[in-house]
């Protein structure tokens, strides 16, 4: 739906009724014990592994556990682990996990299950890759004990295990983890507080989540994915509801709980609503980003992607994506996250000042586009990548491009952006996405600032200059050698454009006021949220 055209005036069933729109086929369960949430696309897989997208994430995060947590200071706390040591000299880490944990089939956890996790995680997560290139052996010390000995100090070893960007660290049984890491998993087992119901799993329509009764959770308070991840619900459903219109008229008429990102033009009507709660879902907002081919013609030619840049309007993308509010948006030439230590402006000239399309249209020309077909890949399922798409492709074809615009849904899109076939074979050009902010603090485990190649996050950049400065963050010894580094990065990332931001912006979320419980931060945190009838 254009956000521009939302339906005005919409209003409980009859304003639904009124427009059209069927409602989906929701559970007649209305017991306090169970949760219904609008997530923000359709949980199309489930293997947090495997790929990178925030609804995967965020239905792993209740099924399957991390060695430790990102607490909402952005601290690294023990989860799993009861105690980890680490050499005089850095290069050895020893952990031991703490009592009590069990997979969802009833067999223990041991440190054999651990090892495996972390060496199918090693190879798709950033970190996880500049670990295992400098590891000597991971290794099972005994069933609770498990060892990492590396060739050289890696300080972020906590913060590695425990960050909140996809892939997380999650741990799985042995047999599980054994598999192929670019492959997907086909079984469902963690050890977190929620057990996946996969019987009741229907892709486009719901997911559902059920208390796990072995679940012990750690007796400090719950903080993010940190602490006693205490569950208060028995049940948590999924509703998948791609229309907005849809999901506002279930919400205000009590068929769901929770929805997880409501879009701006609706929000006022929802304020309206005495039964409802309106917020700001994530005060460190997101990043907006449109994700070009860096291996096929036109965008691996540098003055191609750098076109893009200079006509491109990140005004036109935040007012598609939360109107003309400008309390919600600011315009953000870089790729780190505003108002935070390391933000910064550096290099972010081209994305400055009154947009030049007569100079990108010349600079297209000198990078040899011949009018070749652009494949613009855009879920229409999900609010902030249509409106980015819809942005894109106006201004592809104002620059003189042929595009190639695929309206399909979010799911396909995190299937497809992982091909390295031409697009006319099936791959692709471009594609929307965004970031959360709380991943956008540093190079730390942000995926999407990488630009080393095959290696790299979906687009595949080659920016040896920003992979040098990312190393100069990691090997800084003081704030200020931290800043000069990303100063460096931002610039190098830009002049190479790993990526085109689009801009920062806030989210909400809604919910309705006899759920409780409910914190701000990158990704809902169910464990601590109640229900009454």
């Given at each position: ?54 609804v995967v994430r965020n239905a792993a995060a209740l099924v399957w ?335 003189g491009m042929n595009v190639d615009f695929v309206a399909t849904d ?124």
């Open positions: 739906m254009d956000r521009r055209n939302v339906l005005k005036g919409l209003a409980g069933v009859g304003g639904l009724a009124a427009t059209g729109f069927a409602m989906p086929a929701l559970s007649q369960n209305a017991s306090a014990k169970t949760l219904r949430f609008v997530p923000q696309a359709n949980l199309a897989n489930f293997d947090p592994i495997w790929g990178t997208q925030y556990d991390t060695l430790y947590g990102l607490d909402s200071a952005l601290v690294p706390q023990r989860q799993m682990v009861e105690s980890e040591q680490v050499s005089d000299d850095g290069l050895v880490w020893t952990f031991k996990l703490r009592p009590g944990l069990k997979f969802h089939d009833g067999e223990p956890v041991l440190s054999k299950d651990v090892v495996a996790s972390l060496t199918r995680w090693s190879a798709r997560d950033t970190m996880g890759l500049m670990i295992k290139a400098i590891q000597n052996e991971l290794t099972a010390v005994d069933d609770k004990t498990f060892k990492w000995s590396l060739k050289v100090p890696y300080p972020k070893m906590l913060l590695a295990l425990g960050k909140n960007n996809a892939p997380c660290a999650f741990i799985m049984p042995e047999r599980l983890a054994q598999t192929d890491p670019f492959k997907q998993i086909g079984d469902y087992v963690g050890s977190g507080p929620m057990k996946f119901a996969k019987s009741e799993w229907v892709p486009g329509a719901k997911a559902v989540f059920e208390k796990f009764g072995d679940y012990v959770p750690r007796q400090e308070k719950a903080s993010w994915l940190a602490g006693g991840k205490q569950m208060l619900v028995d049940r948590i459903e999924w509703v998948v509801i791609p229309d907005p219109a849809t999901a506002a008229a279930a919400l205000q008429n009590g068929e769901v709980d929770w929805w997880e990102t409501p879009i701006p033009d609706l929000v006022p009507l929802l304020k309206k609503n005495r039964n409802i709660s309106v917020d700001i879902g994530d005060a460190l907002g997101n990043v907006g980003a449109f994700r070009m081919n860096h291996l096929f013609a036109p965008f691996n030619n540098v003055k191609a992607r750098r076109a893009v840049l200079m006509a491109l309007s990140q005004e036109d993308y935040m007012r598609a994506l939360v109107g003309d509010d400008t309390a919600l948006w600011k315009p953000l030439p870089g790729f780190f996250t505003p108002d935070t230590p390391l933000y910064t402006e550096a290099g972010g000239e081209i994305l400055k000042g009154k947009r030049d399309l007569v100079a990108a249209k010349k600079l297209l020309a000198e990078s040899g586009y011949a009018g070749e077909p652009v494949t613009c890949v855009v879920a229409q399922d999900q609010p902030i990548t249509k409106a980015q798409g819809d942005v894109t492709a106006d201004l592809l074809k104002q620059l979010w799911g396909t899109v995190g299937s497809r952006r992982a091909l390295k076939t031409p697009p006319g074979q099936g791959g692709w050009n471009m594609f929307h996405t965004w970031h959360a902010g709380a991943d956008c603090l540093s190079p730390a485990g942000y995926n999407a600032i990488r630009a080393n190649g095959d290696k790299a996050w979906f687009g595949w950049p080659d920016s040896p200059t920003s992979e040098k400065e990312i190393t100069s963050w990691y090997e800084a010894k003081n704030l200020d050698e931290e800043k000069a580094a990303i100063a460096r990065l931002n610039k190098a990332a830009l002049e190479d454009v790993i990526y085109a931001p689009t801009g920062f912006f806030l989210g909400y979320t809604a919910w309705r006021k006899n759920v409780s419980g409910i914190v701000k931060g990158p990704l809902p945190f169910f464990w601590g949220v109640s229900k009454t009838a």
